[in-house]
C-alpha cells in the first residue's frame, strides 16, 4: 500500500488532529499521522474507499482540503482580511471602553450607544460565528470538540448577553466589546501561530528547493536535450554544467581536471568536495567547478536527497512517547474546561450571589482563557526544530521516538574499522609465497572489488592500476562477513582472502592482518595499518563527560584493537568477534542500558538493528540510510556529539513545553473562575500561550549546544 498525503487547512488544536483521526480510523484506514501544526495529514491508501469520499468527510468536520495544483493565494489573503476586518470594529470599540472607565467625555456617550456598539460588534462577530463555528460544529461531529467550541461559546455568550441587555436597556448587561474582543485577539493568536509554525517547517522547504527540475540528457548521437527530471531513466548520460545543481544521484563518468561540488546542504560539510572519476554524485549537490558528465543510477524519487525529505517528514510528524500525556489530556480538555465553566457561574451565581453579568463574565473567562493549543504544540514544534536543525547539519533521524530515546543512551558501542579509524589503510609489509607479486595482486583486486568494507576499498585502491589489464578473472565469488572473500579460478582452484579465521589450522600462524590462500595453502600474508580519525579522541572525551559508557567491538586482531582502545581512552573492549558474536553483545549491552551501536552501516547492518538505536556514520548511501536509525551523511564523528547534544536539548525543550502548558491551565483557569481576570485579558493570555511555546521551540534553532 503506497501512502497518501493530504495537505489540511482550519487545524487549530490536538483535538482537531484527534477528530481527523478518528473520522479515517472509522473509515478504515491504517497508518494515520496527523499534524495540526504543518497542517499535514497522511495514512496507508485503501482502495476500497475513494480520496473523493475521505475528501468530503474532512470537509464536513469543519476543515479545508488543500489542492496540490491550487495556485489561488486567497486562502491566505482571506484570513489577513478577517483579521483586519476584526480589528477595525473591534479597535473603536474597545478605545471607547477603556477610556469610559476614567474619563466622562461627551464625545465617549455616543460610543456608549447600545446601537453603535451592536452595529461595531456583528460584523466582528459575524466573522467569528463563520470561522470559529464551523469548525466547532466540524468537531462537534467528529465527537472530538476543539478549542474553537470554547471561543465560540464564549463569544456568543457575551454578544447574546449584550442582546439582551440592549433589548432591556440594561447598561449592566452589555459585553459587545468583550465578543468583539474574544474573536479579534484569538485570531490575532493564530495568525502569530501560522508566522511562527512556518518557521519551524524550514528545514523540509529548504531540502525541497534543491530539487532539479531540469536536466540536460546526452543523446546518443552526442546531442544535448533539456528534459524534465522526471523523464530520467537509471542508465541516462546527463551532462552538468558549473553551477548547476546535479539533477539526480549517479555516478560520475568524465569531467574536468579539478571537480569541486558543494554537497553543504545534504551533508553539513562546509567546504566543496573534490570529486574524480567513478565518485558518486548526490542528487540536489551543486557544482562549483567544472563541468561533468554523470551516469544515472538512481530515479528523482528515490534519492538520497528526496529519502532525506521523507526521513525529515516523517520524523518530524512522529509523536514520541512524552507526548502521549499530553494528548490524553487534550482529548478531554475542552468538556472539561465546559463544564468548570458552567460550575463557575452556577457556584458565583446561585453560591454566593454574585450578579448574572458577573458570573457570566467569569464564565466566559474560563474558557476563553484555557489553551488546548500550548499541549498539543509542544512537542510537534520542539520535534520539526529539533529534527530540521540535525538535517541541516547533515544528520538523519529517523522518527521522533529515535530522538526521544537517542537522548537518553547510556552505552555506545563502537566499530574500529572505518569509525574510529580512517579505514583508509596503508600497506605496512606483505609476504608472497609461491606465487608471483603480480598475479597476487590481481588475485586480491578481483576479490576486493567485489566488497564493501574499508580494507578492501584501500586494496583496490592501492594495487589496481597495478594490476590494470592484468587481474586474475574469478566466478562465484563470495563475501562471507567476519571471514572474507572467496573465489574460483577457470581451472577451479579455490581463492580466498580475510582474517586467520579462514586458515584450515589458524593455532600458531595468526600474526598477520589478512591471508590469501589457494585450496586452503597459505600463498600471501597481508599487514595493514590504520589511522585513527582525527576527531575520535574527542568525541570518546565528550561522551565521558556526559556520563555514558564507551565500548569498542572489532572483528580485528586483540593486540591492533587493545592499541586503539589504549590511544582513545577506551576501557572496554572485545577483539576478534564474527558478527553473530557482535550481535550477543549488543543485545547483552542493550537489556542492560540503552545502548547505541555506531558503526558503517554496512557490514555491521545486523548489530545496528539489534542495539536500541543504530548510528550510520557512512557516507550519503541508501545502505546507510536504510541500516539505522540515525545517519550521518558525512561521517564525521563529530556530528556524533552534535546529534546527542541536540537530542539532549529537544527532549530539554519539550519538556519545558509540555511543563508551561500544564502549568498555565493549571494557573490560569481557577484565576478566571474566580473572578479576577476579566474575559478580554483572559482572550490575550490564551492568544499568546501557544506563541510562547512555538518561540522556546524556535531558540533550538540558534541555540548554543
Not at 474532512?58 to 476584526?86: A, Q, R
Not at 539489534?610 to 550510520?616: F, Q
Request: glycine share 8%.
Amino acid at each position: 500500500m503506497k501512502n497518501v498525503e493530504l495537505k489540511v487547512e482550519g487545524m487549530d488544536c490536538a483535538n482537531c488532529a484527534l477528530s481527523i483521526s478518528r473520522f479515517l480510523e472509522r473509515k478504515g484506514f491504517q497508518k494515520i499521522d496527523v499534524n495540526f501544526a504543518t497542517g499535514d495529514v497522511r495514512f496507508e491508501e485503501n482502495p476500497e474507499i475513494s480520496m473523493e469520499v475521505v475528501k468530503n468527510g474532512i470537509t464536513k468536520l469543519g476543515y479545508t482540503i488543500v489542492e496540490k495544483d491550487d495556485t489561488n493565494p486567497s486562502k491566505g489573503i482571506s484570513f489577513n482580511w478577517l483579521l483586519i476586518t476584526s480589528a477595525i470594529f473591534t479597535f473603536p470599540l474597545l478605545v471607547g471602553h477603556l477610556l469610559g472607565m476614567f474619563f466622562d467625555w461627551p464625545v465617549l456617550h455616543f460610543m456608549h450607544n447600545p446601537y453603535i456598539q451592536l452595529g461595531l460588534c456583528l460584523p466582528v462577530y459575524a466573522i467569528g460565528f463563520f470561522y470559529f463555528g464551523k469548525s466547532a460544529l466540524g468537531s462537534l461531529r467528529g465527537g472530538v470538540p476543539n478549542m474553537d467550541v470554547l471561543i465560540f461559546i464564549g463569544s456568543t455568550a457575551a454578544f447574546v448577553y449584550s442582546i439582551i441587555g440592549t433589548i432591556q436597556s440594561n447598561p449592566d448587561y452589555i459585553f459587545y466589546e468583550t465578543a468583539a474582543t474574544i474573536i479579534t485577539l484569538v485570531l490575532l493568536g493564530n495568525w502569530f501561530e501560522k508566522q511562527a509554525v512556518h518557521q519551524t517547517t524550514t528545514a523540509i522547504e529548504d531540502l525541497s528547493k534543491l530539487k532539479s527540475e531540469k536536466a540536460m540528457r546526452i543523446m546518443p548521437s552526442g546531442t544535448i536535450v533539456s528534459i524534465e527530471v522526471e523523464e530520467i531513466k537509471i542508465g541516462d548520460l546527463l551532462q552538468v554544467n558549473e553551477g548547476d545543481s546535479i539533477p539526480t544521484d549517479g555516478i560520475l563518468q568524465k569531467g574536468a581536471e579539478i571537480l569541486r561540488v558543494d554537497e553543504s546542504m545534504l551533508t553539513g560539510e562546509s567546504l566543496p568536495v573534490e570529486k574524480n572519476q567513478g565518485d558518486q554524485l548526490i542528487g540536489g549537490s551543486v557544482l562549483m567547478q567544472g563541468n561533468l558528465q554523470m551516469e544515472v543510477t538512481t530515479t528523482s524519487n528515490q534519492t538520497v536527497l528526496s529519502r532525506m525529505i521523507e526521513l525529515v517528514k516523517s520524523a518530524q510528524q512522529e509523536k514520541p512517547d512524552i507526548q502521549r500525556l499530553a494528548d490524553k489530556i487534550s482529548a478531554i480538555f475542552v468538556p472539561v474546561v465546559l463544564s468548570i465553566s458552567i460550575l463557575t457561574f452556577l457556584i458565583a451565581f446561585f453560591g454566593f450571589n454574585i450578579p448574572a453579568e458577573k458570573a457570566v463574565m467569569n464564565a466566559i473567562a474560563v474558557l476563553v482563557i484555557s489553551c488546548p493549543c500550548a499541549m498539543g504544540l509542544a512537542t510537534p514544534t520542539a520535534v520539526m526544530v529539533g529534527v530540521g536543525r540535525m538535517a541541516k547539519t547533515g544528520i538523519l533521524v529517523k522518527g521522533a521516538q529515535t530522538l526521544e530515546v537517542f537522548a537518553g543512551i547510556k552505552n555506545f558501542i563502537f566499530d574500529k574499522t572505518g569509525t574510529l579509524t580512517t579505514g583508509s589503510f596503508a600497506i605496512k609489509d606483505v609476504n608472497f609465497q609461491n606465487i608471483d607479486e603480480k598475479t597476487a595482486k590481481g588475485i586480491v583486486v578481483s576479490l576486493e572489488k567485489n566488497s564493501s568494507h574499508p580494507i578492501a576499498k584501500s586494496l583496490v585502491s592501492l594495487w589496481s592500476q597495478e594490476t590494470n589489464g592484468s587481474a586474475v578473472e574469478l566466478q562465484d565469488i563470495k563475501e562471507t562477513k567476519g571471514l572474507g572473500m572467496q573465489g574460483v579460478d577457470g581451472a577451479g582452484n579455490m581463492y580466498k582472502l580475510g582474517s586467520s579465521n579462514i586458515l584450515s589450522s589458524p593455532n600458531g600462524n595468526s600474526d598477520h592482518h589478512l591471508y590469501l590462500t589457494k585450496n586452503d595453502a597459505v600463498i600471501a600474508t597481508i599487514n595493514l595499518e590504520d589511522d585513527l580519525k582525527k576527531d575520535a579522541k574527542d568525541l570518546i572525551a565528550y561522551l565521558k563527560k556526559e556520563d555514558c559508557d564507551t565500548i569498542l567491538l572489532s572483528g580485528d586482531k586483540q593486540e591492533k584493537t587493545a592499541a586503539v582502545a589504549k590511544m582513545l581512552g577506551i576501557t572496554e573492549f572485545q577483539a576478534e568477534k564474527r558478527p553473530e558474536e557482535k550481535l550477543a553483545l549488543v543485545e547483552k549491552y542493550a537489556q542492560q542500558a540503552p545502548t547505541a551501536m555506531v558503526g558503517d552501516g554496512i557490514n555491521d547492518a545486523p548489530a545496528l538493528a539489534k542495539a536500541t538505536i543504530g548510528v550510520s556514520l557512512s557516507d550519503a548511501s541508501q545502505i546507510a540510510i536504510q541500516s539505522a536509525q540515525i545517519v550521518l551523511l558525512n561521517g564525521k564523528l563529530s556530528h556524533l556529539e552534535k546529534a546527542f547534544s541536540i537530542s539532549k536539548h529537544t527532549l530539554l525543550t519539550i519538556k519545558q513545553n509540555l511543563f508551561w502548558a500544564f502549568a498555565y491551565n493549571i494557573v490560569a483557569i481557577p484565576i478566571a473562575a474566580m473572578g479576577f481576570l476579566n474575559p478580554m485579558w483572559g482572550a490575550l493570555f490564551m492568544a499568546f500561550s501557544d506563541v510562547v511555546v512555538i518561540g522556546n521551540s524556535l531558540r533550538l534553532k540558534t541555540k548554543k549546544l
